[in-house]
């Protein structure tokens, strides 16, 4: 079962991915503190991360670089950086995320990138 780690502060985002994977096969963590959620990924067994690209104090593209950077002796962790506009796509390529996709999102759009990455495959918007 895939665990997943949700960095995001906003209810209805955290909602949105919550019934998006709410299907048997994943287990969710939630963090609405960066800083937090980037120790998780040292402390937890995560496989994988979704972002929210504006949360608090810290950006999203912020959070994927330091999960990146924290993760690389294990591997690194695939992200999921999620965006506010399609324009934003260059930023989620330049932090590093696997994959990007717009909010509002559908469940198959996060489903599908999610699969993605978890398959090994590679920058998918």
Not at 3 to 31: C, F, I, K, M, Q
Request: glycine share 8%; charged share 30%; aromatic share 6%.
């Amino acid at each position: 079962m895939p665990h997943v780690l949700v960095v995001a502060d906003e209810s209805w985002v955290v909602n949105d991915v919550r019934a998006s994977l709410s299907e048997p096969g994943y287990r969710l963590t939630e963090y609405d503190d960066p800083r937090s959620a980037i120790d998780a990924c040292l402390t937890e067994d995560i496989d994988l991360a979704v972002v929210d690209l504006q949360i608090r104090s810290m950006g999203g593209m912020a959070i994927v670089r330091s999960i990146r950077d924290v993760t690389r002796d294990k591997g690194g962790l695939p992200t999921v950086l999620l965006l506010d506009r399609k324009a934003d796509g260059f930023l989620a390529r330049r932090a590093g995320a696997g994959a990007w996709i717009q909010k509002p999102f559908t469940a198959f759009e996060l489903r599908t990138a999610i699969e993605h990455l978890l398959d090994g495959d590679e920058e998918r918007e």
